[in-house]
């Protein structure tokens, strides 16, 4: 039986393992969570999740999740689900974090989230399926 909610994990360039991802660097750099078991994975016929991006207010990027319907994926297995991108293209003034929630629907396999940060931080990704 499925989790009801969890945090995706990202590896980190210095070995450690986290649920949020900061940038200091000048250039955009990518990074892919641990994958994790989707709604088709345990043979669930609605094919619904969710996810919840949590970003701190300086936060320049754009957060998405991948899928794949392969059950051992290699890297060109996996896609962009449609509908479930947030971009912020320049540093907006927030005072507190925000959260934005995405909700999708595919009998995935798996699923993971992928970041394209300018700057900034990912505080989380949370999935539920």
Do not use: E
């Not at 919840?52 to 290699?74: C, E, H, I, R, W």
């Not at 989380?124 to 399926?129: R, V």
């Amino acid at each position: 039986m499925p989790a009801l909610s969890q945090n995706l994990i990202f590896h980190q360039n210095s070995g450690t393992n986290s649920v949020s991802i900061s940038h200091t660097g000048t250039s955009t750099t990518f990074y892919y969570s641990d994958q994790v078991k989707g709604d088709g994975y345990f043979g669930g016929s609605d094919g619904f999740h969710t996810a919840a991006y949590k970003t701190n207010q300086s936060f320049v990027g754009t957060v998405t999740m991948q899928a794949t319907l392969a059950s051992t994926p290699v890297s060109s297995d996996w896609f962009t689900v449609s509908n479930t991108n947030v971009s912020y293209a320049s540093i907006v003034v927030r005072t507190t974090s925000t959260v934005d929630l995405t909700n999708f629907t595919g009998n995935f396999v798996w699923v993971r989230g992928c970041i394209q940060i300018n700057a900034g931080a990912v505080l989380s990704i949370q999935y539920n399926h």
